[in-house]
Each structure stands twice: as structure tokens, then as C-alpha cells.
């Protein structure tokens, strides 16, 4: 019971999410005497979903796997006849004993959303009652903890990532391993998250929807917040699953891109802009949007990535709006006028 207690107090202590789903992992292996253990992340469409063997547990080692940039490589979960059933079932399933007699137990993990992974745990006898209620206790707790992250990670009205996580969330992505935590519980990871390349950056883009006072003033402030949630909707839609997406207040967006190369990203923002352009905003009209990018270089601050977007977002509007703007690709003279000009006038 003294493991169970510090277990809990260990998740709900925790905001870094990849050490709070492997203690989450480790404490319920503990619990169950497990010889083994994996940690299953769902990925892709609802019309496909994929299945990611997030992390392996033996014993007290722990081997983190990150989802690959192209999951159409993963397994679908239909290949995984156990998973599949208890996805379908959405509880706790037996299943064995194996050619060696080991039982195996998956676990759902379930959100708001449905079911998102699956707690995969082998050991030598089945389970009892308690001991699937206990686990699924446990599991619980980890995924309201991760709701209420969720919740305050997020922008109330898209669902997005909200301004106050952009720093973090710059800092986190932008290095190939963050700084280990006092206490945190080791690892060793495969297939990092950013594939040691110069040659492959990441980039940040700022994007502004085109007139938006003038939407709210016609339309109020619902019909505003229509068109905030059908953009934020297209962004989904259209970026990577790997990408991250943020609302930055009012009618401001910002998209952190994974590593691309330099001459498709232009490509990657162009199409998203023309989405918007063509979709059909109802009782609204047309809306557009302007965006600026950058790249992100060694050693960037969030900050200093966001203002050269922001700067290119700011020459998209001065030069007609509904427009992509690379920052390394502004004309020097204008580069620095808008460098200089610490005050500008609102181009909204």
C-alpha cells in the first residue's frame, strides 16, 4: 500500500507527460509482479487507426520509443487481434496463459476522446478482482491528471495549445533531449524525436486572420468565434500529426513544423492558406489569412523565433494579406525598417 501511495503522489506531482505515462507504466507493473510490460500509443484517423509500441518495460528498465514521422509504417490495430478487442470492449481483457505460461492483461486507457492507448502487462499467474481494480484505479488516476494538463495546456475555444505553453513546448521540441529532471526516472530512448540533421530544421510560422475586426463587427462576436474554431478545425486537417499547433489569443495562430526541408515548407503553409481561402465559412463569406515563417535555428529562444514570423506576418499584411512570407527571404532594407519600427500601427 506504502508503493501504491507513492505511486500516486509520484503521477499526480508530474507535468513533463512522457515521465508521467512511464511511471504510470512502471507502478503498474510493480503492482502486478509483471515480467514484462509495453506501453501502446493509438495513432492516425478514426478510418485507420495505427498502433505505436511506446515503451518496453523488464524489470526497472525502461526503453522509450517515439512515433515515427510517417505512421502509415505503424501496425493497424486490426493486426492486433487482443488490442482490437479491448478497444472495441473498453475494459480490462485476460487473455493466455502462452507457450510459456504467462498470462497476459491489456489495459485500456481511456479519454475524454475514447480509448487512447493500452497498458500491455505479462506476468506468471492471471489476475484477481482486486487486482484489476486496482490497476484500473491507478490508470485512472493518470488519465485525469492528464485531462486537467490537457485543460490547462489548452485554448478554451479551439482545443488548441494555448499561449502560455509556447515557450515550454518551443524549448522541449527544439532539443534533441531535454535536461534531465532531478529524480526522474531513467530511460533509454530509440528513434529521438529530432533526427540529428542540419539540413532539416525545424521552422515556426505566425498566422493572422486577414480582417478580423471587421468579422467580429459584422457578424459579432459568435460569428468571430465560428470562424476561430473552423480555422483552428482546417489546421488540424492539414498539418502533420508531429506538428504543433497553437492558439496565441485573439486571432493569432502559431505552427511549430517538424523537421522539413527548407524547400517544401513554403509549399506546406501556401496549400494551408489556400484551404482557407476556398472553405466555405457559413453565413461569414470569404476569410483568408496571412502567415509568416521562420526558420529555427541552434540555440533559439521561442522568442526570438516569434518575432522574425512575426515580422514576415507583418510584411504579408503591409504588402495585400493573404500571403506567405519567409523571414530569411525579406529584402534587407525592409528588414530593417521593420526592425526599427518598434511601434507599428494596428493591421488587423
Known amino acids: ?8 503522489a509520484d503521477l499526480t506531482a508530474l507535468r513533463d507527460r512522457e515521465e508521467l505515462e512511464i511511471i504510470m507504466a512502471m507502478a503498474a507493473s510493480d503492482l502486478l509482479e509483471a515480467s514484462e510490460g509495453k506501453l501502446w500509443r493509438i495513432a492516425g484517423p478514426a478510418s485507420e487507426l495505427r498502433v505505436h509500441e511506446r515503451a518496453w518495460l523488464a524489470g526497472r528498465r525502461v526503453t522509450i520509443s517515439d512515433i515515427p514521422w510517417d505512421i502509415g509504417g505503424l501496425p493497424t490495430l486490426a493486426s492486433h487481434r487482443e488490442l482490437r478487442i479491448c478497444y472495441d470492449q473498453k475494459t480490462p481483457l485476460p487473455f493466455g496463459p502462452d507457450a ?3 498470462h497476459r492483461h491489456v489495459f485500456p486507457i481511456v479519454s475524454s476522446q475514447g480509448v487512447v492507448g493500452f497498458l500491455d502487462v505479462c506476468r ?7 487486482q484489476r481494480r486496482l490497476v484500473s484505479g491507478l490508470i485512472r488516476i493518470y488519465q485525469n491528471h492528464l485531462e486537467n494538463l490537457d485543460y490547462s495546456e489548452s485554448d478554451e475555444l479551439t482545443g488548441l495549445l494555448n499561449r ?7 524549448a522541449l521540441l527544439t532539443r534533441i533531449e531535454a535536461p534531465a529532471r532531478a529524480g526522474a526516472v531513467p530511460f533509454e530512448r530509440i528513434e529521438r524525436r529530432r533526427p540529428v540533421n542540419p539540413d532539416e530544421p525545424r521552422w515556426l510560422a505566425v498566422m493572422d486572420i486577414d480582417f478580423f475586426k471587421r468579422i467580429n463587427d459584422r457578424f459579432g462576436h459568435a460569428g468571430g468565434d465560428e470562424v476561430l474554431v473552423a480555422v483552428a478545425q482546417l489546421m488540424r486537417g492539414s498539418f502533420r500529426q508531429a506538428d504543433r499547433l497553437f492558439r496565441c489569443g485573439g486571432e493569432e495562430f502559431v505552427i511549430i513544423l517538424e523537421p522539413t526541408q527548407m524547400q517544401y515548407v513554403g509549399g ?3 496549400r494551408f492558406r489556400a484551404i482557407v481561402e476556398n472553405h466555405d465559412f457559413p453565413h461569414i463569406g470569404a476569410v483568408t489569412v496571412s502567415v509568416g ?3 529555427v535555428g541552434p540555440g533559439d529562444t521561442g522568442a526570438a523565433a516569434f518575432r522574425r514570423a512575426d515580422e514576415a506576418l507583418y510584411a504579408a499584411k503591409r504588402q495585400g494579406r493573404n500571403q506567405v512570407i519567409c523571414y530569411e527571404e525579406l529584402p534587407g532594407d525592409a528588414l530593417a525598417l ?5 511601434v507599428r500601427a494596428p493591421t488587423h
Open 1 to 8: 500500500m506504502i508503493n501504491l501511495v507513492d505511486s500516486v
Open 100 to 102: 510459456n505460461g504467462r
Open 124 to 130: 506468471a499467474a492471471p489476475l484477481d478482482d482486486d
Open 164 to 170: 502560455k505553453t509556447f515557450d515550454a513546448s518551443f
Open 268 to 270: 506546406v503553409l501556401e
Open 293 to 295: 515563417y521562420t526558420c
Open 338 to 342: 521593420m526592425t526599427l519600427n518598434e
